[in-house]
């Protein structure tokens, strides 16, 4: 694995960010880490991260492919991507094999499948399906050679998608949002992810806790990150993402912040929050 070596990464003129200064594994992997986005609660910035962090990593060397799980289909919109012909749906039904729904991305190296409304029916139309929290997984088996990471969008709710994205993944990344309920969404989050492992994936490893839309003004923000801290210690990443304008601003221009405004606190966070996964992150070998 190559590295770039150094302490910053600096925006280029063109698009995002020259990487010549981070300790960062730099491409080349041979087997797709899948990392699924999520939160039982609303609102923490899931989809936000699955966009912004799926960006940054392919800025910095590394193919990625970005999958919205989600029916709002915020993901979709968020890169820019409007009534697409062939979406994720379509792979849970059969329809179509998975990579023909993959469409490329204005960010090199970054390549997505897309959601819409339509997904609320796979709950309903996978009820009889044998092995019906595996069909993703398997959907998913054939593309490990193609990327070296794959992130899940979740929808806010333990419905039969996100167990499919819990049972395909390797690891789960939990954005919480610092405000008063955010510990007892962690629980649940918790609790549901040993579930998983019990029935159907025994090797899922949490990678970690984003905390975002922080806002150090705020005393009761400063107080729940530090009591997320003490409690999951090592699990909650050092960068956190900072409540930032032009984070709320890019999905309605149908880009990452990284590409919106590149020099932003918000997209620096999440160039920062990808060194940090990269550093510390494990290729699974499943």
Request: glycine share 8%; aromatic share 6%; charged share 15%.
């Amino acid at each position: 694995m190559h590295y770039l070596l150094g302490t910053v990464c600096e925006p280029s003129p063109s698009l995002g960010f020259n990487c010549s200064t981070w300790n960062i594994p730099h491409g080349d992997s041979t087997l797709a880490k899948i990392v699924a986005i999520a939160n039982q609660k609303g609102g923490v910035g899931k989809t936000t991260t699955s966009i912004n962090l799926s960006a940054a990593l392919a800025i910095l060397g590394h193919s990625v492919l970005l999958v919205d799980l989600d029916p709002q289909a915020n993901a979709t919109s968020g890169m820019g991507i409007e009534q697409p012909k062939t979406t994720v749906y379509d792979c849970f039904t059969g329809r179509i094999s998975i990579s023909e729904a993959i469409i490329s991305t204005k960010i090199k190296g970054l390549s997505m499948i897309p959601s819409s409304v339509d997904l609320v029916g796979v709950e309903v139309e996978l009820t009889a399906a044998p092995n019906r929290e595996r069909v993703l997984r398997d959907l998913l088996e054939n593309l490990g050679e193609n990327f070296a990471w794959i992130v899940l969008d979740c929808p806010p709710a333990l419905g039969l998608i996100t167990i499919n994205a819990l049972v395909a993944a390797h690891s789960v990344l939990v954005p919480v949002q610092c405000e008063y309920y955010a510990m007892e969404g962690l629980g649940w989050l918790m609790s549901n992810m040993d579930r998983i492992r019990e029935s159907w994936n025994p090797l899922l490893e949490l990678e970690g806790i984003v905390l975002t839309m922080y806002d150090s003004r705020i005393n009761l923000a400063r107080q729940v990150s530090e009591e997320i801290r003490s409690f999951f210690r090592e699990k909650v990443f050092r960068t956190v993402i900072p409540r930032n304008v032009s984070l709320a601003e890019a999905p309605s221009y149908g880009q990452p912040a990284l590409v919106y405004n590149s020099a932003s606190s918000g997209a620096r966070a999440y160039m920062e929050l990808a060194g940090e996964l990269l550093n510390h992150g494990k290729t699974s070998t499943r």
